[in-house]
T-cell receptor
Framework: AQSVTQLDSQVPVFEEAPVELRCNYS??????LFWYVQYPNQGLQLLLK??????LVKGINGFEAEFNKSQTSFHLRKPSVHISDTAEYFC??????????FGAGTRLAVHP | GAVVSQHPSWVICKSGTSVKIECRSL??????MFWYRQFPKQSLMLMAT?????????EQGVEKDKFLINHASLTLSTLTVTSAHPEDSSFYIC??????????????FGPGTRLTVL
């Protein structure tokens, strides 16, 4: 069975600082991984996804993530955050029957 | 890009009434739609998978008679919360998926519907 663990429930960071949001997964089948962002009272927006190929995946808004099979991780990074990046971030793994299995989420709070 | 809408965006109802939430894919046909429930400051929990023209597949622990799902067309799925109670208050989010594998599509999420049952 697939599962996702987001290791940090909250990550405070100052504006223009780098940030890493951690995600570990468990999957017994082919691994497809996703990062979504959710702004308050809104649905989810896809940041990036890993399906195959290069382990470094670049997404929107300057985010990138690296797939590490040996460590079963898919950490999300951004070299310099903005106030507007304050949101909830969800890591997800594709499960059977086209399902997405989400982690508990990480709240990124960017401070001036 | 693919757009998914939900209606209403928020609804307040009295305990015991039923509420219908619509999920529409605006510019693509979705053979599969998903319904999620999100409690405050928590993750999304999949409630059911809805396939056009067939019965929905519910996740373990989700009451089929409580949460009625109808996927009548390739662009519309509805979730009806029957005899709603305060504990049903939550943020309900739908997503729509294009036909094909993960390499050619992804799930597109609606903006969510906040249900408050008094």
């Amino acid at each position: 069975a697939q599962s996702v663990t987001q290791l940090d429930s909250q990550v405070p960071v100052f504006e223009e600082a780098p940030v890493e949001l951690r995600c570990n997964y468990s999957s017994s089948v082919s691994v497809y991984l996703f990062w979504y962002v959710q702004y308050p009272n809104q649905g989810l927006q896809l940041l990036l996804k890993y399906l195959s190929g290069s382990t470094l995946v670049k997404g929107i808004n300057g985010f990138e993530a690296e797939f590490n099979k040996s460590q079963t991780s898919f950490h999300l990074r951004k070299p310099s955050v903005h106030i507007s990046d304050t949101a909830e971030y969800f890591c997800a793994v594709a499960g059977g029957y086209n399902k997405l299995i989400f982690g508990a989420g990480t709240r990124l709070a960017v401070h001036p | 890009g693919a757009v998914v809408s939900q209606h209403p965006s928020w609804v307040i109802c009295k305990s015991g009434t039923s509420v219908k939430i619509e999920c529409r894919s605006l510019d693509f046909q979705a053979t599969t739609m998903f319904w999620y429930r999100q409690f405050p400051k928590q993750s999304l929990m999949l409630m059911a998978t809805s396939n056009e023209g067939s019965k929905a597949t519910y996740e373990q622990g989700v009451e089929k008679d409580k949460f009625l799902i109808n996927h009548a067309s390739l662009t519309l799925s509805t979730l009806t919360v029957t005899s709603a109670h305060p504990e049903d208050s939550s943020f309900y989010i739908c997503s729509a998926r294009l036909a094909g594998g993960w390499g050619t599509d992804t799930q597109y999420f609606g903006p969510g519907t906040r249900l408050t049952v008094l």
